[in-house]
């Protein structure tokens, strides 16, 4: 069986699947390179207490589960989608409370126009990740890349 003939229609989801598998592993090399560059630059435990130190190895083993993620959409292994749709609720989540988090901050010292403005901004960057979470986790839910990811199991279970 010839894996462009995986899903009826003419659909665009090979291209897009393969496309998003490859945001995935981009996101997860960079969050593991910014999780090896703070296990160096961090130091001692000081200021910012144990939780930094804590939090490293999480962000270590969420970037080796999306590395692991993005190859297992690559190739349209079952699993991926499922494990695409846990992993895509972690930005949303954290994103979300973290725009709630910055739109709650005391006023301190600032200008209610220089406040509104830094409290935009940071809300705005912050809802990024939950924007592309969304995305991910509205594509894998479609039929067609239900009936996409279960192809490649009856096309690998023929093959071999």
């Known amino acids: 069986m010839n894996r462009k003939s995986r899903v009826p229609g003419g659909s665009d989801c090979p291209r ?12 997860a090399a960079l969050g593991l390179f910014l999780a090896l560059n703070a296990i160096h630059n961090m ?3 000081g200021e910012l207490g144990r939780g930094v130190h804590e939090m490293v190895p999480l962000y270590l083993c969420l970037g080796a589960w999306g590395l692991g993620t993005g190859v297992g959409v690559l190739r349209a292994w079952r699993w991926a989608r499922i494990s695409m749709l846990i992993l895509s609720s972690f930005p949303i989540v954290f994103g979300a409370l973290l725009a709630g988090v910055l739109l709650f901050l005391p ?7 220089g406040l509104v403005l ?3 901004v940071a809300i705005l960057i ?6 592309v979470g969304v995305r991910w986790f509205k594509y894998f839910r479609r039929n067609d890349v239900k009936s996409y990811f279960r192809a490649s199991v ?3 279970v023929a093959a071999g």
């Open 154 to 156: 009856k096309t690998t």
């Open 16 to 27: 897009m699947v393969k496309k998003i598998g490859w945001e995935l592993i981009a996101c």
């Open 118 to 120: 830094m409290k935009t």
């Open 107 to 113: 006023k301190g010292d600032m200008s209610a126009w």
């Open 126 to 131: 912050t809802l990024v990740p939950v924007a």
């Open 43 to 45: 130091g001692t435990v």
